[in-house]
């Protein structure tokens, strides 16, 4: 089945420790990216990936880093969350920038 | 770079009634327009697309048409059902001729609200 699958689903963590969120796809997309969701403020880009080893800057990118060492893995990091990145985060994936987006199901994250 | 405006924030209407959502957008490049929905705990999944050498597209009780002289697009559902109760999203992009494209522009969302 075509999925684009993250883990974990839910996350409650401490101001300043570091987390990863994960994000893997099995379709063998060239573009993924990460959105965060905010009620009023719709889906924000925070980073996005064109290629293996190619990223680049959404919208949103301040506390956030992302790697792509691989086509089917394009994992968040935070390194030091702050309480204004709680959110809900997507990862997407589409066979090249701009065609039909195939989300997650989402990263409930919480920062205390 | 390319603004989508999507209105209204919140749509409520009752069971077997049409809703209509509308987005702006504002780069005459733009040429693809998808719509998504998010159901409640899941991601946004495509449900109907548009490209702009077309005015219209249906599929079954969706259909999303487009003005590419006022730069808008709408998004109709006729004869709603509880299991239309979702949040919408718009987008719009350049694709080019020869491969590759901008990037998806969202609009911020609108929740539809489908009355019993």
């Known amino acids: 089945e075509a999925q684009v699958t993250q883990n974990p689903r839910y996350l409650i963590t401490v101001t300043g420790k570091k987390l990863t969120v994960t994000c893997s796809q099995n379709?063998?997309?060239?573009?993924m990216s990460w959105y965060r969701q905010d009620p009023g403020l719709g889906l924000r880009q925070i980073y996005y990936?064109?290629?293996?080893?190619?990223?680049d800057k959404g919208d949103v990118p301040e506390g956030y880093k992302v790697s792509r060492k691989e086509k089917r893995n394009f994992p968040l990091i935070l390194e030091s969350p702050s309480p204004n990145q709680t959110s809900l985060y997507f990862c997407?994936?589409?066979?090249?920038?701009?065609?039909?987006?195939?989300f997650g199901p989402g990263t409930r994250l919480t920062v205390t | 770079g390319e603004n989508v405006e999507q209105h209204p924030s919140t749509l409520s209407v009752q069971e077997g009634d049409s809703a209509v959502i509308k987005c702006t957008y504002s780069d005459s490049a733009s040429n693809y327009f998808p719509w998504y929905k998010q159901e409640l705990g899941k991601g946004p999944q495509l449900i109907i697309d548009?490209?702009?050498?077309?005015g219209e597209k249906k599929d079954q009780r969706i259909a999303v048409t487009l003005n590419k002289t006022a730069k808008h697009f709408s998004l109709h559902i006729t004869e709603t059902q509880p299991e239309d109760s979702a949040v919408y999203f718009c987008?719009?992009?350049?694709?080019?001729?020869?491969?590759?494209?901008?990037?998806?522009?969202f609009g911020k969302g609108t929740h539809l609200i489908i009355q019993p």
């Open positions: 997407a994936s589409s066979f090249q920038d701009g065609y039909e987006q195939y």
């Open positions: 987008a719009a992009s350049n694709m080019y001729s020869g491969g590759g494209a901008d990037g998806l522009t």
């Open positions: 548009i490209r702009s050498n077309v």
């Open positions: 379709m063998n997309h060239e573009y």
């Open positions: 990936s064109m290629n293996v080893e190619v990223t």
